[in-house]
Nanobody
């Protein structure tokens, strides 16, 4: 069983930055973790994924170049550094684990992930 706890959300103005953290406990068998978001009246979408222990990452086109996913294996923590935030980034952000491999990294399709955190809200004002 994997437990995930997100933190770091908040309210910022457009152009600002936030860093989300996801503290993980338990064993991730696939080695895949990711960040996802759900905006009001929209479906959950993949933001970024990482194959743990490697630099193999995958990003949605809407965030590439602005967001960076990373991990600290010693702390069992996943991060999402978000820069140049825009109002359209406003959403509940979730981390997830045990996703599907998509060589050389991992999928960003939400349905392929098994364990989910409760989410942290990010609100960007213009």
């Amino acid at each position: 069983q994997v437990q995930l706890v997100e933190s770091g959300g908040g309210s910022v103005q457009a152009g600002g930055s936030l860093r989300l953290s996801c503290a993980a406990s338990g064993y991730t068998s696939s080695g895949c973790m990711g960040w996802f978001r759900r905006a009001p009246a929209k479906e959950r979408e993949g933001v970024a994924s990482i194959y743990l222990g490697t630099t193999n990452t995958r990003y949605d086109g809407s965030v590439e170049g602005r967001f960076t996913i990373s991990q600290d294996s010693a702390k069992n923590t996943l991060y999402l550094q978000m820069n140049s935030l825009q109002p359209e980034d406003t959403a509940m952000y979730y981390c997830a684990s045990d996703g599907r491999r998509l060589w050389p990294g991992c999928s960003t399709e939400p349905s392929t992930y098994k364990y989910w955190g409760q989410g942290t809200q990010v609100t960007v004002s213009s």
